[in-house]
């Protein structure tokens, strides 16, 4: 599977963007999609999940209900809506792809996109 994100770029604080991650394969429907974010000098953190059957899961911390991941297995395509952003929403974000179920654990994700940055301006 191959994951490619777009849709990132500069926003003012307070808005909004659509990040999306196409994926290759027709097996994309067996798998869990999941978004990951990394800050400068951070680690790499858990956004969103989805599991291949549609449950979702986000980070309340950090996500507190302004993100909204979804998917259209016709388009083979996962996206992340994202509002009210701040400056700490400033980083590259990931999509990740597993089989079944989606978790919150970086390493339990098998392939990964190159990322697209998200720059917030106050």
């Known amino acids: 599977v191959q994951l490619v994100e777009s849709g990132g770029g500069l926003v003012q604080a307070g808005g909004s963007l659509r990040l999306s991650c196409a994926a290759s394969?027709?097996?994309?429907?067996?798998?869990?999609m999941g978004w990951f974010r990394q800050a400068p000098g951070k680690e790499r953190e858990f956004v969103a999940g989805?599991?291949?059957?549609?449950?979702?899961?986000y980070d309340a911390d950090s996500v507190k209900g302004r993100f909204t991941i979804s998917r259209d297995t016709a388009k083979n395509t996962v996206y992340l809506q994202s509002s009210r952003l701040t400056p700490e929403d400033t980083a590259v974000y990931f999509c990740?792809?597993?089989?079944?179920?989606?978790?919150?654990?970086?390493?339990?994700?098998?392939?990964w996109g190159q990322g697209t940055q998200v720059t917030v301006s106050s």
């Open positions: 990740a792809a597993r089989l079944w179920e989606a978790t919150r654990v970086e390493y339990e994700y098998t392939y």
């Open positions: 394969g027709r097996t994309f429907s067996s798998y869990a």
């Open positions: 989805m599991s291949r059957g549609g449950r979702t899961t």
